[in-house]
């Protein structure tokens, strides 16, 4: 959690090299989650997610991104998209 001026900024990480039921489940999981805090001005919830088990997902993921702009991979990270967004 980072917290500058009036915005708190919510992380969460993670990182799969494996597919499974459990990937659909995170997805779900973590759009419910933006959702919720899309409500709150002062929040922002930054979901960082990668691996190649993601492949056997990819609906789920993409419906969590349809949801929640803050959805990013390691690639991102790499370009510094947290510049553009923490300011």
Request: proline share 0%; no cysteine; aromatic share 12%.
């Amino acid at each position: 959690m980072i917290h500058i001026s009036n915005q708190i900024y919510v992380f969460e990480t993670n990182f799969y090299k494996s597919g499974g039921s459990k990937l659909n489940e995170t997805a779900r999981s973590f759009k419910m989650i933006a959702e919720e805090v899309n409500k709150i001005e002062e929040m922002t919830f930054i979901w960082v997610t990668d691996g190649i088990g993601w492949n056997s997902a990819r609906k789920k993921l993409k419906e969590t991104f349809d949801v929640l702009d803050t959805l990013y991979n390691i690639n991102d990270l790499e370009n510094n998209i947290l510049k553009n967004i923490i300011k």
